[in-house]
């Protein structure tokens, strides 16, 4: 009988120990997609650290990431308007304003389009 306890205890002990492996979460996530391509991926860490502020839920209008309908028309418009949009800023026709650079004058011009690629790829 104390044979058997001291047994479920080790098992018990073992168990323990091996879980933290078995229960560490994947390697990616849930949350904003991931993409194997170094642009891509370089865009989404500059979206997770300015852009997603406002395009991860719709903040003051902005069109959510992953919202194939909110962003259908503004993809036709072109890379280039996007990309001067994201650059510049604009005023969309309600009066909602995205900001230039999405407020960070420090992101270089690649990084901001390199945001922009990575919105795009992740809403169409
Ligand atoms: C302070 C909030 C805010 C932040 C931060 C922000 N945006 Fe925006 N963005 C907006 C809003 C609001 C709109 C929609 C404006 C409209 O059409 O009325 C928008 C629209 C856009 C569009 C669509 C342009 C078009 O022509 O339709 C792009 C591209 C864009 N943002 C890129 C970015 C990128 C890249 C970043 C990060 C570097 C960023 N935004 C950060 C608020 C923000």
Not at 59 to 76: E, F, N, Q, Y
Request: aromatic share 6%.
């Amino acid at each position: 009988m104390r044979r058997e306890v001291f047994a479920v205890l080790v098992l018990g002990v073992l168990g323990c120990e091996g879980r933290p492996a078995a229960v560490a979460p994947p390697p990616a996530p849930s949350g904003p997609p991931l993409f194997a391509d170094a642009h891509l991926s370089a865009g989404r860490d500059v979206w997770m650290k300015v852009c997603r502020g406002c395009h991860e839920l719709g903040v003051a209008d902005a069109p959510k990431l992953g919202d194939r309908t909110a962003w259908a028309s503004r993809i036709a418009q072109g890379r280039p308007v996007l990309y001067r949009h994201a650059l510049e800023g604009f005023f969309g026709p309600r009066g909602t304003m995205m900001p230039p650079r999405g407020g960070n004058p420090d992101l270089r011009d690649d990084e901001v389009t390199a945001a922009v690629d990575y919105m795009v790829m992740a809403s169409q």
